[in-house]
């Protein structure tokens, strides 16, 4: 299944156990719970279905593993979203509010437009650098600047 037809919700869960697998090498229902401020029974449900959907599994001392799938999944909603506070946080915008507007944008966009926004962000960091100007995070818009 497509990631743009999985959903927020579902995205988000496969992004917390994934950012928790890293975090931490492992990752039980209880962190999930933590990590995303929801409570265990809502966690489980969540969980069910992502397992039904073959996204993730549960082993028997609780762990949960995504999926070659949920990986992928996982992945690419996690580099959408550091992608997309790193670009808010250097226009300007302070760091609770680009984590926010990212973690909403993530799931908005598709994968094409993703990387079109990312590919032009690059060359604009490219054309930045190439001409000699300074970069910092204080710096204005880096996509108004080719």
């Given at each position: 299944m497509d990631e743009k037809h999985l959903g927020k919700s579902k995205?988000?869960?496969?992004?917390?156990?994934l950012m928790l697998n890293k975090k931490k090498g492992w990752c039980r229902e209880?962190?999930?719970?933590?990590?995303?401020?929801?409570?265990?029974?809502?966690?489980s449900i969540a969980?069910?279905?992502?397992?039904?959907?073959?996204?993730?599994t549960?082993?028997?001392?609780?762990?949960?593993?995504?999926?070659?799938?949920g990986?992928?999944?996982?992945?690419?909603?996690?580099?959408k979203h550091e992608f997309f506070k790193s670009v808010f946080m250097r226009l300007g915008v302070a760091e609770a509010a680009?984590?926010?507007d990212a973690c909403l944008?993530?799931?908005?966009?598709?994968e094409d437009t993703f990387e079109k926004i990312r590919r032009y962000v690059e060359e604009a960091e490219k054309r930045r650098s190439s001409d000699g100007s300074p970069r910092s995070d204080s710096?204005?818009?880096?996509?108004?600047?080719?």
């Open positions: 995205e988000d869960y496969l992004e917390a156990i209880i962190d999930v719970a933590v990590h995303l401020s929801f409570s265990k029974p809502s966690v969980l069910s279905k992502l397992e039904s959907g073959g996204y993730i549960r082993e028997n001392s609780g762990e949960i593993r995504l999926t070659q799938e990986l992928r999944i996982a992945e690419a909603t996690l580099e680009a984590e926010t944008v993530e799931h908005s966009i598709s710096d204005a818009d880096p996509v108004s600047s080719g």
